[in-house]
């Protein structure tokens, strides 16, 4: 890598370390949702890559990384189901209050202050790799090459990633500035041909078409301001109370994309299934 390019991760990844420091000092433990994370009615992206990876029995005794953990939900949720978690991000601050969640939980973490495009760990060491929202705050092939550099062979990666193509949501972002840093870029389907140079063998599948009425409800009818209230963390929450019409509507988004597979990039979230063959080790 050039200098100039060494010199460009890092300064995108201190705006992303100053940003997270900062969200940090506002969560509250016990705010924070570990189960409902994977089980809300609204977890869908969730969901289907905890069966992608195997599901929750598969991971006893697995030694798993949570790329970009933020505070630690995902992370303390699979160590709960018997994993080995390393929890890795660029924000001390999150690391130190996923640590925190974890020892309320009763399991353990191993925290790590990370970049994504030079990580500290040997090859071929995780069984399994999970990132929700990360891969667009970060250098996307340098962090490809290192994720297909620390999976095992026969390993599964999995990436939650919001989408850039739908109009709706490229105004919610413009909304939700105050809650996004300046350095993200969503991730677009011209970028699937990256993934593919370092897992030939990937898949990916898109969720949020119609059931994106949410975000409409929440902004016009609940006049929940999208600068100060994250809406992604706010789904997992109201899934009790927003549920049984969610369920309707990706019930109507499963049909449509089944029948016109072109509406999927208008989608918010992909989820990318990478698997590291043999053929594949770099």
């Not at 020892?103 to 071929?124: C, H, N, S, W, Y």
């Amino acid at each position: 890598m050039s200098d100039h390019g060494a010199t460009a991760i890092l300064e995108r990844a201190r705006v992303e370390e100053i940003f997270h420091d900062a969200w940090a000092q506002s969560i509250r433990l016990e705010d924070l949702l570990v189960e409902e994370s994977f089980r809300s009615p609204t977890a869908v992206e969730n969901r289907f890559a905890l069966e992608a990876l195997g599901g929750p029995e598969s991971l006893r005794g697995k030694r798993l990384l949570d790329l970009g953990c933020g505070a630690g939900e995902t992370a303390v949720f699979f160590a709960l189901q018997g994993a080995r978690v390393a929890a890795a991000d660029v924000s001390e601050h999150m690391l130190r209050i996923a640590s925190a969640l974890a020892t309320q939980r009763g399991v353990r973490l191993e925290p790590v202050k990370i970049l994504a495009e030079a990580m500290p760990f040997g090859d071929d060491t995780f069984d399994c790799i999970y990132g929700n929202g990360v891969l667009h705050h970060v250098e996307l092939e340098p962090a490809l090459r290192e994720v297909s550099r620390v999976l095992r062979p026969g390993g599964r990666a999995v990436f939650i990633e919001p989408l850039s193509h739908n109009p709706a949501i490229k105004v919610y972002r413009r909304l939700a500035h105050e809650v996004r840093t300046p350095t993200e870029r969503p991730f677009a389907f011209r970028e699937f041909r990256v993934v593919q140079r370092y897992f030939p063998s990937f898949q990916h599948r898109e969720f949020w078409l119609t059931s994106l009425g949410v975000f409409l409800y929440y902004y016009f009818i609940e006049r929940v301001d999208p600068s100060t209230d994250r809406y992604w963390k706010r789904i997992i929450r109201d899934g009790p109370r927003i549920g049984p019409v969610f369920r309707r509507l990706h019930r109507l988004d499963g049909l449509l994309l089944r029948l016109i597979p072109s509406l999927r990039r208008w989608c918010w979230t992909t989820v990318i299934v990478m698997e590291k063959r043999a053929s594949d080790a770099r």
